[in-house]
């Protein structure tokens, strides 16, 4: 039962472990893209505190019939920054337009998941006639605040903070707690099956420059322009997929359900059963059944 409960996991890693790592210099930071597949394009923009690996279990079937652009934000995974780098949402958006820049693509659709559904749909709205599609993935609501990330801004502020959290990542206790990433999934077995700590906490915890971005990553979250979005996501035009893990204490269900009348252009909701934060990571074929329905569509 062990061995073949592995054997997807260790398959996908490859998968995304084998693809060539690019680096884009945009302003002041670099961004990180490994592209696997072929077909139209999609940018798919992980949230925090991981990297472009919480796409791994989707990308095989993804990228049968898309050409799919998986990124690391400045602050995570194999990015780049300096002390003088924006981390703020507004400056992480402005990013991803000159990498589509870079990138020379015309036409995207946008998979985003957490902080980088927030930054998704900044883009969204400076470049309403180039993205073609968004979904976001339990991500932030306007006037909602989620447990704990007002109080870690403040911590990430502190002298010493990046040696505290790095020690403070090391407790398995607190990993699998609320104050940790205990929201990532619904069953909890699974942080014994999983691998937070290896793929995600474990880059944080060995190196010193690593924490000190995400924690910047975490300090640059500006509330005021998640809450302008109770009107801006009118502003919207790309059909929009609002796909969310319904356990998620996080960005409760019923919340997002309502903001989804916030938008003016074509919306579909859809509910993940016996998942949480993560549910790409817990129930990666429904969740790529649903993206691989919604993408196929022709647009409204």
């Known amino acids: 039962m062990a061995n073949t409960a592995t054997k997807p996991h260790v398959k996908t890693h490859s998968f995304y472990a084998n693809a060539a790592l690019v680096k884009y210099k945009l302003d002041d930071a670099s961004i990180a893209v490994r592209t696997f597949g072929k077909g139209p394009a999609l940018i798919l923009i992980h949230g925090y505190p991981v990297n472009g690996y919480i796409w791994h279990k989707i990308l095989p079937e993804l990228s049968q019939g898309y050409t799919c652009h998986v990124i690391d934000l400045p602050g995570f995974g194999d990015s780049e920054w300096s002390n003088t780098t924006d981390f703020t949402f507004t400056a992480q958006a402005r990013r991803i337009n000159l990498l589509v820049n870079a990138l020379k693509l015309n036409e995207y659709s946008f998979i985003a998941h957490d902080t980088g559904a927030t930054i998704a749909r900044l883009a969204a709205v ?73 793929a995600y906490l474990k880059p944080l915890i060995a190196s010193q420059k690593k924490m000190q971005g995400a924690l910047n990553y975490l300090r640059g979250i500006e509330w005021p322009v998640v809450d302008s979005f109770a009107t801006r996501h009118a502003q919207i035009q790309a059909d929009t997929l609002l796909l969310w893990g319904e356990c998620d204490r996080t960005f409760p269900v019923e919340l997002a359900q309502l903001m989804q009348k916030q938008f003016a252009c074509h919306t579909e909701f859809i509910r993940i059963k016996n998942a949480s934060l993560m549910p790409h990571e817990e129930q990666p074929e429904q969740v790529t059944k649903h993206l691989l329905d919604f993408l196929n569509k022709p647009n409204k």
């Open 126 to 198: 400076e470049q309403p006639k180039n993205v073609k599609k968004l979904v976001i993935i339990n991500t932030e609501i306007p006037n909602h605040r989620p447990p704990w990330i007002p109080f870690y801004q403040w911590c990430a502020k502190l002298p010493l903070a990046a040696l505290t959290f790095r020690v403070i990542l090391q407790s398995k206790i607190f990993v699998r707690s609320s104050m940790g990433l205990g929201e990532f999934y619904a069953d909890k077995v699974r942080f014994k099956q999983e691998y937070p700590v290896a």
